[in-house]
């Protein structure tokens, strides 16, 4: 099923009559301890574009390149081992633990002479049962999710990747400012950053909230694999973005099936704005392969934010 990502390209292109970014070339070549990259891309009106910047190998190694697929098996497996090692710590002369593994879950029971005593130690297990699956969640890049449905869920943690390759990028972002005018604005390093971002190849996004993590890249992968969905994009383009404005708030707005991001710039006429937290944000879209300026968003999107149809996360 084609998922809103795709459709988004698809109704600019119908709409709005705005041509797409096509990517023209695109290397990528690498030592011990660099990895260097070279793009050439076409833009709306405008000459052929192109981008070159080097990156440390090892600085773009300290996060991952590829979000492992959430495995429930795996995390039930996780937190029964950790479960398992607590409750060998009970004196079996106090009390008598049973740990077993159902489909949706643990049953914990405990067994004693006190009621008392068998309260406390299950509320013990079913908050350390908590505590391990988040701390499973924390090694893997994961977080929980609460989708626009109010569906439980969880989903790759994109702040976190924003956050921790925002330093390793700041090549990549001091390139982009080189490229653009000594008197450029905010605006046109973003156009920039857009029209770059959105003529790599498009790698359509699965449902978030039951796709497992499968098919989204962190930017060390993404930048490897020259190819990448909504959410790796936005991911990318946020911590690019941060390296330029590093104090200017930022959102991240997750649609269903889509993701834009959001930046506290004085809006020009025209702009699709959101307002979170008494804050306005002017919206951009880093999917492509539409070029889409700062400021505009394509009709699905609209619908989305009409309807209420979305989440937010702060960067």
Known sequence: MQTRCLIVGMLLWVFTGQVSGEQLSFSLSQNQNTLSYDYRWSRQGQQPASLSFSLDRQAMAKAPAIQNNYSPALVQRYVYVELMKAAKEIDPKQAKININRRHRGMEISVSSTSAARNKRITEQLSTLQEQAYDSYLQENYYTRYTTVFNEEAVKPD???????????????????YDSVSKQADAREYFNFLLS????????????RADNNGAGFLPPAGLLAQNKGDCDSKSVMTAAIARGFLPDTPMILVLLPGHALLG????PQAG??????DSKTYVLFEPTGPAQLPMGQVAPDSRQALANRHFTIEQI
């Open 158 to 176: 994109h702040i976190r990747f924003i956050h921790e390759y925002i330093e390793p990028l700041i090549p990549l972002s001091q390139a982009i």
């Open 196 to 207: 770059w971002v959105q003529s790599i190849p498009y790698d359509r996004l699965a449902n």
């Open 263 to 266: 930046v506290a710039l004085t």
């Open 271 to 276: 702009d699709q704005t959101l307002t979170y």
